[in-house]
């Protein structure tokens, strides 16, 4: 079974910046894509980041890039987040996603991915 906990969520003023962590367990994930996703209030879940746990290759939503930079620790079997430049419209939950290469969809997909974390809350004050 595989488990995802996110982590490094907080309040955080408009131009600050936060550092999220994704532990991932209970599989080798040497094959998998790990991305991040959001959702803010009353909006639908939206991808943010993604990275191929097998190479460096790393895909970004346009409201992030410059921004936002996705990384990976492979001894610790851990993905970040780190977040700078932080906005107000930014603030949402952010979770945590693994895609196993079951299906075929973008990577921007949220159908592609099979294991998800609890979400971490991400609050930028302006």
């Known amino acids: 079974q595989v488990q995802l906990v996110e982590s490094g969520g907080g309040l955080v003023q408009a131009g600050g910046s936060l550092r999220l962590s994704c532990a991932a367990s209970g599989r080798t994930f040497s094959n998998y894509v790990m991305g991040w996703f959001r959702q803010a209030p009353g909006k639908e879940r939206e991808f943010v980041a993604a990275?191929?746990?097998?190479?460096?290759?790393?895909y970004y939503a346009d409201s992030v890039k410059g921004r936002f930079t996705i990384s990976r620790d492979n001894a610790r079997n851990t993905v970040f987040l780190q977040m700078n430049s932080l906005k107000p419209e930014d603030t949402a939950v952010y979770y945590c996603?693994?895609?196993?290469?079951?299906?075929?969809?973008?990577?921007?997909?949220?159908?592609?991915?099979?294991?998800w974390g609890q979400g971490t809350q991400v609050t930028v004050s302006s």
């Open positions: 996603a693994a895609d196993d290469g079951g299906i075929r969809a973008p990577i921007s997909a949220l159908p592609r991915y099979d294991y």
């Open positions: 990275i191929l746990w097998s190479s460096w290759n790393t």
